[in-house]
């Protein structure tokens, strides 16, 4: 008796969990909503995060190559895209 009440304990806030997640990304999808719709053109960011950097090499792949390289190379690339299509690259 005491295993079933156990599980049903577990079952319970199992389901107590799923609402809470449900109820708080109904409310940040509608302030997300609403942000997008009060936005004007022109106003937003574009944040590019290369990621590893400094002493963090992140991961060592063949020939020593650090991904910290490769990421930043893709933010330069990407940079030169945003600034090609009229974007203030700050």
Same mark, same amino acid.
């Given at each position: 008796?005491? +295993?079933?009440?156990?599980?049903?304990?577990?079952?319970?806030?199992?389901?107590?969990?799923?609402l809470?997640?449900?109820?708080? /990304?109904m409310?940040?999808?509608?302030? @997300?909503?609403?942000?997008?719709?009060? /936005?004007?053109?022109?106003? @937003?960011?574009?944040?590019? #995060?290369?990621?590893?950097?400094?002493? #963090?090499?992140?991961? +060592? @792949?063949?020939? #020593?190559?650090?991904?910290?390289?490769?990421?930043? /190379? +893709? /933010? *330069?690339?990407?940079?030169? +895209? *945003?600034?090609?299509?009229?974007? *203030?690259? *700050?």
């Open positions: 008796m005491l +295993i079933i009440k156990k599980h049903g304990l577990e079952v319970l806030m199992g389901c107590l969990l799923i809470s997640f449900y109820f708080l /990304s409310i940040a999808a509608n302030r @997300g909503g609403e942000l997008t719709e009060t /936005s004007e053109a022109g106003t @937003g960011v574009i944040l590019v #995060d290369a990621g590893h950097g400094g002493s #963090d090499p992140g991961m +060592i @792949g063949v020939n #020593d190559l650090e991904e910290k390289g490769i990421n930043l /190379s +893709i /933010s *330069l690339k990407l940079r030169d +895209i *945003l600034q090609n299509q009229g974007l *203030l690259w *700050l």
